[in-house]
């Protein structure tokens, strides 16, 4: 009779992502705290610099839900850091504009996320630093690119 298999996986890749994710969102939650945005909002500001992008294009950027990307917007707008604005090739459709103010705010933002990401980084040895970043940007883009059917899928922790 075949012996079934109970012992859980030698690696829990799935424990190991989430964790590593989680650390990382903390910390630059607490590192972004400071200038009143989220590594949420820091992400739509950062992606609407070309002043090009649907807040549509924006939120699927960022992963985000339709609800999140407009609870984000609002608040971006009301912080005076972006503007919807009517897109010339479709009426329904909105351009998210960076104002000046968010564009100090990006500028600073960008600093304490590069700092974070380095010192984070800088716990691999040098020569692992490329491989590990261009491990995940692969995986994200190639196997992990498309969310599988899933009856009850599981939610993605807020950044906020």
Not at 143 to 154: D, Y
């Amino acid at each position: 009779m075949p012996r079934t298999k109970t012992a859980a996986p030698e690696t829990d890749l799935m424990f190991l992502l989430s964790w590593a994710s989680h650390a990382l969102a903390t910390e630059q939650t607490a590192g972004l705290a400071d200038l009143g945005i989220t590594p949420r909002a820091h992400c739509v500001l950062y992606k609407a610099l070309d002043g090009t992008r649907t807040q549509r294009e924006l939120a699927d950027m960022c992963g985000l839900d339709k609800t999140t990307m407009v609870v984000t917007m609002d608040e971006l707008e009301k912080a005076g850091l972006a503007e919807r604005r009517p897109s010339a090739t479709d009426r329904r459709a909105r351009i998210i504009h960076v104002t000046a103010k968010g564009l100090e705010v990006i500028a600073a933002a960008n600093e304490i996320v590069e700092r974070i990401q380095d010192d984070v980084l800088s716990s691999l040895p040098a020569r692992q630093r490329e491989a590990f970043t261009g491990a995940l940007i692969t995986l994200v883009n190639d196997r992990l690119a498309s969310l599988v059917p899933c009856e009850r899928p599981p939610r993605r922790p807020s950044a906020k």
